[in-house]
């Protein structure tokens, strides 16, 4: 087996696996995504996206993924790290 074929085959296990139970169908999530990063958008109304910007949108990608599951630990963890590391690049 290549490491391409073994990189698909992990890719296949992750999405069709946990992270399917624990966020959803991707195109419900990839919507909830969307409608948040949108929000966030025209909340911002300013120039191009910036480090903190990127902390905060994927913070919201999370928010996203616990709508579907309140309970995933991962996502809280993810969640509270970008908050920090959105901290630290804001500073």
Same mark, same amino acid.
């Given at each position: ?32 995504? $969307?409608? /948040?990063?949108?929000?966030?958008? %025209?909340? @911002?109304? #300013?120039?191009?996206?910036?480090? +903190? !910007?990127? $902390?905060? /949108?994927?913070?919201?990608?999370? %928010?996203? @993924?616990? #709508?579907?599951?309140?309970?995933? +630990? !991962? ?17």
């Amino acid at each position: 087996m290549t490491e391409r074929e073994k990189c698909l085959d992990e890719a296949k296990a992750a999405i069709c696996g946990d992270r399917d139970r624990a966020y959803g169908q991707p195109e419900d999530n990839f919507h909830r995504i $969307a409608v /948040m990063w949108n929000a966030w958008a %025209d909340v @911002r109304q #300013a120039g191009p996206f910036d480090r +903190a !910007d990127v $902390a905060i /949108m994927l913070g919201l990608m999370k %928010d996203a @993924r616990l #709508a579907n599951n309140k309970s995933h +630990a !991962d996502g809280w963890r993810d969640k509270a790290g970008y908050a920090a590391c959105g901290y630290e690049v804001s500073q």
